[in-house]
C-alpha cells in the first residue's frame, strides 16, 4: 500500500517566544523539522513526504536546505491559519487517491522508527492508528466553581502524532467547517461517527513547545544509550 506523510509545521510558535519559529531551531546541530523528516525516511524511505510550512517561508526552508546540506527529497506545501487548516492542504497535496497517511507535528522529532511503522500496519486495518502514552502523574479534574476531583488516570491517555489513517476516509472527514474540538485529526475522523484506534506512542516523542523543551530536546540527542538499552 503506498505511504505518505504530512508533517504539519506552519504554526508560528508563539510559546516558545524568540525571533525564529521553532521547527527552525537548530537541537543537536540542525533544524528541529530536518530530525522530523529524517525519521520518517529512516522508518520507510518510500513515504512520500509533504512538509507543511507557514506561507511565505518557502525561501527561508530552502537556504536552511541548502545550509545544511539536506537533500532528502520532499514537497512543500503552504499552511493555514490553524492546524486543521495546515493538515487539508496537506492532504490535499498527496499525490495518490487510495493508500495511507501519516499526519504529524513536525516538532516532534523524537517519534520512533517502530511507533511510525505501527501506525500504518494499523492503520490498513482499522482505517485509524493514534499514538498514546500513559499518564505517570496522578490528575484532577477543575470545575467551574473551582473544586478540584480526582480522576481515575487508568481511563486517560495522553494523545501525540502520528496520527494515522487511510486516505480516503481522512481526506473525507476534513471536508467539513473547522470545529472547536478539532485539537487534533482523531477529532476529526470521530466527527464523522467513525471510532479511532489507539496505538502504542513512545513518551520521549514530546511536543516541543516551549524553551525548557529544547534543553530536553539536546539532552535526547546527547545520549548514546536509548532507554532500555544495556551500554555496549
Ligand atoms: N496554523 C498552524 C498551526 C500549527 N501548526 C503545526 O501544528 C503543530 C502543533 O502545533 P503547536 O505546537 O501548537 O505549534 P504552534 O502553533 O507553532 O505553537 P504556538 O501555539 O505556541 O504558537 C506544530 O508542528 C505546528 O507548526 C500548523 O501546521 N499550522
Ligand atoms: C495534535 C496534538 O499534538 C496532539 O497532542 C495537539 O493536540 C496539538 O495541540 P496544539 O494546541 O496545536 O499544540
Given at each position: 500500500m503506498k505511504k505518505a506523510a504530512v508533517l504539519v509545521?506552519?504554526?508560528?510558535g508563539n510559546r516558545m517566544?524568540?525571533?525564529?519559529?521553532k521547527q527552525y531551531l537548530p537541537i543537536g546541530g540542525k533544524p528541529v523539522l530536518m530530525h522530523t523528516l529524517e525519521k520518517f525516511h529512516q522508518a520507510d524511505s518510500g513515504i512520500f513526504l509533504i512538509l507543511v510550512l507557514p506561507e511565505g517561508d518557502s525561501p527561508l526552508w530552502k537556504r536552511l536546505c541548502e545550509v545544511y546540506h539536506f537533500t532528502l527529497p520532499h514537497q512543500v506545501v503552504a499552511g493555514g491559519q490553524s492546524r486543521f487548516q495546515s493538515v487539508k492542504n496537506g492532504l490535499n497535496a498527496?499525490?495518490?487517491?487510495e493508500g495511507l497517511v501519516a499526519i504529524h507535528?513536525?516538532?516532534?522529532?523524537?517519534?520512533?522508527k517502530e511507533v511510525i511503522l505501527a501506525g500504518y500496519a494499523s492503520a490498513e486495518k482499522s482505517g485509524s492508528a493514534i499514538a498514546v502514552v500513559d499518564l505517570k502523574d496522578s490528575i484532577r479534574k477543575v470545575t467551574a466553581n473551582g473544586e478540584s476531583v480526582f480522576q481515575e488516570r487508568q481511563y486517560f491517555r495522553l494523545v501525540q502524532t502520528p496520527q494515522t489513517f487511510q486516505i480516503g476516509k481522512i481526506k473525507k472527514a476534513f471536508q467539513v467547517e473547522e470545529l472547536p474540538?478539532?485539537?487534533?485529526?482523531a477529532t476529526v475522523y470521530e466527527n464523522q461517527g467513525w471510532q479511532v484506534s489507539l496505538i502504542p506512542g513512545n513518551s520521549e516523542n514530546i511536543k516541543i513547545t516551549t524553551p525548557e523543551d529544547l534543553d530536553y530536546a539536546e539532552f535526547i540527542l546527547s545520549r548514546k544509550n536509548k532507554p532500555g538499552e544495556f551500554p555496549k
Open positions: 509545521a506552519g504554526g508560528k517566544g524568540g525571533p525564529v519559529s498527496i499525490p495518490f487517491e507535528d513536525g516538532v516532534r522529532p523524537f517519534v520512533r474540538q478539532f485539537t487534533d485529526d
